[in-house]
């Protein structure tokens, strides 16, 4: 059984929105989870966490324009992603396990998210 799934990425103009959804097993889903993002020929970044609480953490290229949330019922959590930029344009990853700073421990199998400009 695959532990993240991510869906919801594709091609969207700069200005637009896009929101990317994580699907989890239940185990997985009740620890800390998050995203990171890679563009072409960049180090992978963190992008935002939630923890089990609620409390989140943003990247400050992303704050004020992306929220994280997670819903319990589905096992789901999302990254809703506003005002995107071309500079946005990246795999984005799902993770569990870990707070910024350090590795997750399991990583979805990333969605490309392509901004125009």
């Known amino acids: 059984q695959v532990p993240l799934v991510e869906s919801g990425g594709g091609l969207v103009q700069a200005g637009g929105s896009l929101r990317l959804s994580c699907a989890a097993s239940?185990?997985?889903?009740?620890?800390?989870l998050g995203w990171y993002r890679q563009a072409p020929g960049k180090q992978r970044q963190f992008v935002a966490s939630i923890t089990t609480g609620g409390s989140t953490d943003f990247a400050d290229s992303v704050k004020d324009r992306f929220t994280i949330s997670r819903d319990y019922a589905k096992n789901t959590m999302y990254l809703q992603m506003n005002s995107l930029k071309s500079e946005d344009t990246a795999v984005y990853y799902c993770?569990?396990?870990?707070?910024?700073?350090?590795?997750?421990?399991?990583w979805g199998q990333g969605t490309q998210v392509t901004v125009s400009s």
């Open positions: 239940g185990t997985i889903f009740r620890k800390i």
């Open positions: 993770t569990a396990g870990s707070v910024r700073g350090r590795s997750p421990d399991y």
